[in-house]
C-alpha cells in the first residue's frame, strides 16, 4: 500500500542550526501539507503545496520557513534558524485532487531543539 | 480562526462497555475526518463524513455528521483494548488546497481495560 515516508524520523539539533525534513509524499497524490504537533498539543496546520507553489499557509510559517519540492518526488521543509520552540512533530501529509479532504500522513519527523 | 472542540479528553473504560467522543464548532466544514493516532506516528484515517446527516459505520465504530456540518460524533460499541488510542477529529476547509487544510481537535484518549 502507498504510503508517505519522512526523513529523518528524529533530528536533534542546536538552536539557531537550520535544519531540512524530508518527505516524499504518495507518487500520485497533487497536494502536499506540512502540520506540525508540539508535544501534548493539538496538530496544526503549516502550509500547503500545489503546483509547485505554496497556496496556503499559517501564522506559524514565518519567515524562518520555507518548502520545495525539488524533483518529482521529495517534498521538504527548511527550518533556517530554529528556536526551541520549533521542537515538535513534523508530519508531512498529501491528497490527490478530491474534495473530501483526505490525507494521508507520513510518520513524523521528531524535531528536538536545544 | 475555525476551532474544533473535542471531548471527552480522556476516557477509560472497561472492556465491552459503549463509549462516544463528540467534536463540536461554530464553524461548517466542507468534510469532516476522523483519525487514529498511535505513540510516534503519524495520524491514520479511519473515515470521511461529508453530508450533513451522514452516518458510516466501520465494524463497531459509528461516525456522525450533524445535519449543519459543524459537529460530529464517534460511537464505539463493545469496547474492546485494541481500541486503546488516540482518537482525532478535524475538519477540513474548501475550495482546493484548502480541503486538505485540516483543524484538528484536541483529541481523545480512549483506554479501554480488560
Known amino acids: 500500500e502507498p504510503e508517505v515516508t519522512q526523513t529523518p524520523s528524529h533530528q536533534v539539533t542546536q538552536m539557531g542550526q537550520e535544519v531540512i525534513l524530508r518527505c516524499v509524499p504518495i507518487?500520485?497524490?497533487?497536494?502536499f501539507y506540512w502540520y506540525r504537533q508540539i508535544l501534548g498539543q493539538k496538530v496544526e496546520f503549516l502550509v500547503s503545496?500545489?503546483?509547485?507553489?505554496?497556496?496556503?499557509k499559517s501564522e506559524i510559517f514565518d519567515d524562518q520557513f520555507s518548502v520545495e519540492r525539488p524533483d518529482g518526488s521529495n517534498f521538504t521543509l527548511k527550518i533556517r534558524s530554529t528556536k526551541l520552540e520549533d521542537s515538535a512533530m513534523y508530519f508531512c501529509a498529501s491528497r490527490r485532487d478530491t474534495n473530501t479532504g483526505e490525507l494521508f500522513f507520513g510518520e513524523g519527523s521528531r524535531l528536538t531543539v536545544l | 480562526t475555525q476551532l474544533l472542540e473535542q471531548s471527552p479528553q480522556f476516557l477509560s473504560i472497561q472492556e465491552g462497555e459503549n463509549l462516544t467522543v463528540y467534536c463540536n464548532s461554530s464553524?461548517?466544514?466542507?468534510?469532516l475526518q476522523w483519525y487514529r493516532q498511535e505513540p510516534g506516528e503519524g495520524p491514520v484515517l479511519l473515515v470521511t463524513v461529508v453530508t450533513g446527516g451522514e452516518v458510516k459505520k466501520l465494524k463497531r465504530l459509528t461516525f456522525q455528521f450533524g445535519d449543519a456540518r459543524k459537529d460530529s460524533s464517534l460511537h464505539i460499541t463493545a469496547a474492546q483494548p485494541g481500541d486503546t488510542g488516540l482518537y482525532l477529529c478535524?475538519?477540513?476547509?474548501?475550495?482546493?488546497?484548502?480541503?486538505?487544510?485540516?483543524?484538528f481537535g484536541q483529541g481523545t484518549i480512549l483506554t479501554v481495560h480488560p
Open positions: 464553524s461548517v466544514f466542507s468534510s
Open positions: 503545496f500545489y503546483n509547485n507553489e505554496i497556496s496556503e
Open positions: 507518487s500520485n497524490h497533487l497536494y
Open positions: 478535524a475538519g477540513a476547509g474548501r475550495g482546493g488546497t484548502s480541503y486538505g487544510k485540516l483543524t
